[in-house]
């Protein structure tokens, strides 16, 4: 048992590095992205990057809502700054049956 807690705990710990290391390539990502304009706006103004936290275990609390992602959030941001995510449509003619 003393085995499994040490390799959860170093699972947890490389989780943590590969988090901070994401959120860091997410924040140049962004910064290389803000600079295509695709209409005459202005571009929005970067946000000052969040403090690192202290790598402490949450304590789950009944019915809490789990946290927003970051990463979720600027994936949306991304998303929306190339067309929202919007397929193009292929015209009729371009479809054939077999």
């Known amino acids: 048992m003393d085995q499994m807690t040490q390799q959860n705990a170093a699972m947890v710990e490389e989780t943590n590095a590969a988090t901070q290391g994401l959120s860091g ?3 140049r990502l962004e910064e290389l992205v803000s600079r295509f304009r695709l209409d005459a706006s202005a571009a ?3 946000a000052a990057p969040a403090p690192d936290r ?3 275990p949450a304590l789950a ?7 927003a992602s970051p ?3 600027l994936g ?3 998303a929306r700054a190339f067309g929202g995510g919007q397929a193009t449509a292929a015209p ?7």
């Open 76 to 78: 949306q941001k991304i």
């Open 44 to 46: 929005a103004p970067h």
């Open 92 to 98: 009729a003619e371009s479809w054939t049956e077999f």
């Open 71 to 73: 990463a979720r959030a």
């Open 61 to 67: 609390t009944k019915g809490a809502q789990p946290a």
């Open 25 to 27: 390539e997410a924040l």
């Open 54 to 56: 202290a790598a402490a």
